[in-house]
Nanobody, 116 residues
Framework: QVQLAESGGGLVQPGGSLRLSCAAS???????VGWYRQAPGNQRELVAL???????TYADSVKGRFTISRDNAKNTVYLQMNSLKPEDTAVYYC???????????WGQGTQVTVSS
C-alpha cells in the first residue's frame, strides 16, 4: 500500500512558476508516478509521468514548460511548472502504480490557479 500526498499548489500569475511535490509513504521501488490534472467540467488528464527507471512522458500541452523528476531517497516526485498559463488551472493529482499495472494509488489533489 502506498499513500500519496501532494503539496505546492496555489495562485500564480500567468508566466509564473510553481513546484508541486508528491510524497509517498512507502518505497517507490518499481513504482511509476504520474501527475494528472482535472479542470471543472473536464476529464482527468495526464500531465507528466516518470517511470521507475527514470524515463518520462509529457502531454503535448506542457512540453518544454513542465519537468517531472523523482528523488527515490526521499520517496518524492516533483513537477516543476514554468511559464504557467490560465489554461493550466486545475486540481493536480499524483497517481502511482506498479510497473506494468494501472494506476492504483491517488493523492488528494492540490489546486493550481493561474490568474492575473
Amino acid at each position: 500500500q502506498v499513500q500519496l500526498a501532494e503539496s505546492g499548489g496555489g495562485l500564480v500569475q500567468p508566466g509564473g512558476s510553481l513546484r508541486l511535490s508528491c510524497a509517498a509513504s512507502g518505497s517507490m521501488f518499481r513504482i511509476y508516478v504520474g501527475w494528472y490534472r482535472q479542470a471543472p467540467g473536464n476529464q482527468r488528464e495526464l500531465v507528466a509521468l516518470i517511470r521507475s527507471a527514470g524515463s518520462t512522458t509529457y502531454a503535448d500541452s506542457v512540453k518544454g514548460r513542465f519537468t517531472i523528476s523523482r528523488d527515490n531517497a526521499k520517496n518524492t516526485v516533483y513537477l516543476q511548472m514554468n511559464s504557467l498559463k490560465p489554461e493550466d488551472t486545475a486540481v493536480y493529482y499524483c497517481g502511482a502504480g506498479m510497473t506494468g499495472a494501472p494506476i492504483k494509488f491517488w493523492g488528494q489533489g492540490t489546486q493550481v490557479t493561474v490568474s492575473s
